[in-house]
Every structure is written in structure tokens, then in C-alpha cells.
């Protein structure tokens, strides 16, 4: 995803977190939803993607930010091309809970500052993540390296934490676009090691020091969660 106009990508509108509460795996079902509307797709194994015209992305957009002035968010799961519009559900203090915009589901995701710190109801959750030293990191957009934590529940519901080492490295300067924001951002690449693996992550942080996209591995059982903010 590019925080330029094609943000708003033609892979679907998406009921994302119904759909990955479903399943544990990264194949099978992919439900869309377009506002209220549930449609149930299964693809064929290796069959490419199901694609929907940006214009109906953009269309939903628009439909959620008519409907309240709150804060709404695009987030799309890399491993299943799920897309969905979310509301915010709860505030605690730095925290946010996010579900998905025009349905009664509430399995979620909870961000501070902009970054997912956990999920709930999608099947191998992350529980809780350190994200004090990220954030730290981000609103300077300075080089520097930095411990992560992500703790997920194992097999004997006992939590597992994940630790990592990552670097940042800022780059350049350019235009975020989603839903009513247009601002000047710089993109900040974070490169992370484990023990067992590496995951690349990056971050889009305007001048204020406001996270409005984030990219992020969150394990193994979820991969990759991408967050743009609509306002």
C-alpha cells in the first residue's frame, strides 16, 4: 500500500475482522462487506484475490465519514487481502478500540498512538506489545534502534513473548491521502530481528509527529496489518 491516492487499493471493502475470526489460516474464506451488506466468497485454492473497483472502497469511505465525525480507520490483512472501514469503539486513556464500521461485530483492534497493540477475536491474537521505545522513536524520526515485545497466547494458554530488535531508518518526504486527510509525512522504515525471524515494518508520521499509517507485522498466526487513518 502507497499513502499516495492509490491508499485506497482495489482489493474490496472488507468485514476484515469477521472474516479473520473464522479461521486460523490464510486461505479459504474471504467475507466482503460493502456497508451492511455480507457477501460470502470462497475462493478456489491458488485462484488470485477477488478485486472490487477503488471506487467502492472509496464509496464506503465516504458513506462512514457522513455518518458520524468521529475517527474512522482503513485496515487491510495482507494474508487474506482483507479490507475493512473501522470505527472506534472504546477509549482508554492512550488507548483506542477499533471494530469494524456498519455491523455489530465486535472482534477488534487496539492501537495507541496510531500502532495495533493488540487484537481480540481473531483467532491467534496478539494479547499486548511494548510499543513505549517505538513510539518514542517515531516522533523523533531519527535513526536508532529499538526493543519491541509482542506476547501472543500458546498452546497451553500460557503467554509467549516475542522480542525483537529493530532498527529505523527515516526516508523521504511525501503526501499522505486517505479519507479527509492530505498531509506532508515522512516514512520511517523499521527493520526487526527475532531470534528466528526478521519482519519489516513501516510507519507514515507527519510533522506533528501523528502516526496516520502503520504497517505491522503482528505474529505469525496474523501476519501483516496495515492501518491508514480517514480522519
Known sequence: MTPSKTLLFAVG?????????????????SVLSVGKTVIDSRRAKGQTKKEIPDSVVQREIRRALSSSDGPFALMQIEGTGSVAVLR??????PYRTWSAWGTSERRSVS???GVITSTRGLGTDLMSSSVNGLLGMLSRRQDGIERQVLRHLDGENQIAETEA???FTP???????????????????????????TFNNYYLVSDSGRIVEART??????????LSHLR
Not at 13 to 29: D, H
Not at 88 to 93: C, D, K, P, R, S
Open 165 to 167: 530488535y529493530c532498527a
Open 13 to 29: 471493502v472488507v468485514a476484515a475482522l469477521s472474516m479473520a475470526g473464522c479461521t486460523n489460516t490464510r486461505q479459504g474464506v
Open 217 to 226: 507485522w503482528l505474529g505469525e498466526g496474523l501476519g501483516y496489518f496495515t
Open 111 to 113: 492501537t495507541r498512538g
Open 88 to 93: 472506534v469503539i472504546e477509549t482508554n486513556g
Open 171 to 197: 526516508d523521504g518526504r511525501q503526501t499522505y491521502e486517505g479519507g479527509a486527510l492530505r498531509l506532508a509525512v515522512t516514512r520511517v522504515d523499521v527493520f526487526c530481528k527475532t531470534d528466528t525471524d
